[in-house]
């Protein structure tokens, strides 16, 4: 008897962790939401990295942001940490006949640092 109910107890642990929280559920829908905002903009910004050769991580959040304050005739960069940017090229850039997107990642030295 006791081996039965602890497979009925183990049953029921085993469906409730298997079951994603609505917490979760959550996060990954807007997750996803927020990685469709940087279709389309791809190659018109870049991360900059300094001072460091680590793989750059940014949040997705960030996509909003470069949309938000892209400029109308010049660059802009948002600064993310210590060693960390993002170029946001213009509007006059990117709608250019002659535009080409640029780099999503580039590792600055410390003579290419000016802003």
């Given at each position: 008897?006791?081996?039965?109910?602890?497979?009925?107890?183990?049953?029921?642990?085993?469906?409730?962790?298997?079951?994603?929280?609505?917490?979760?559920?959550?996060?990954?829908?807007?997750?996803?939401?927020?990685?469709n905002?940087?279709?389309g903009?791809?190659?018109?910004w870049?991360?900059?990295?300094?001072?460091?050769?680590?793989?750059?991580?940014?949040?997705?959040?960030?996509?909003k942001?470069?949309?938000?304050?892209?400029?109308?005739?010049?660059?802009?960069?948002?600064?993310?940490?210590?060693?960390?940017?993002?170029?946001?090229?213009?509007?006059?850039?990117?709608?250019?006949?002659?535009?080409?997107p640029?780099?999503k990642?580039?590792?600055?030295?410390?003579d290419?640092?000016?802003?």
């Open positions: 008897m006791f081996r039965n109910v602890l497979k009925i107890l183990l049953g029921f642990f085993l469906v409730f962790v298997s079951q994603p929280s609505k917490c979760q559920t959550n996060k990954q829908v807007k997750e996803i939401q927020s990685s905002y940087c279709e903009i791809e190659g018109t870049q991360i900059q990295m300094t001072a460091t050769r680590k793989k750059p991580a940014i949040p997705i959040s960030v996509c942001k470069i949309r938000e304050e892209r400029l109308k005739n010049e660059a802009h960069y948002i600064r993310v940490n210590q060693n960390m940017r993002i170029m946001v090229l213009s509007k006059k850039t990117i709608n250019s006949p002659h535009f080409t640029i780099a990642i580039k590792y600055l030295t410390a290419e640092i000016g802003n």
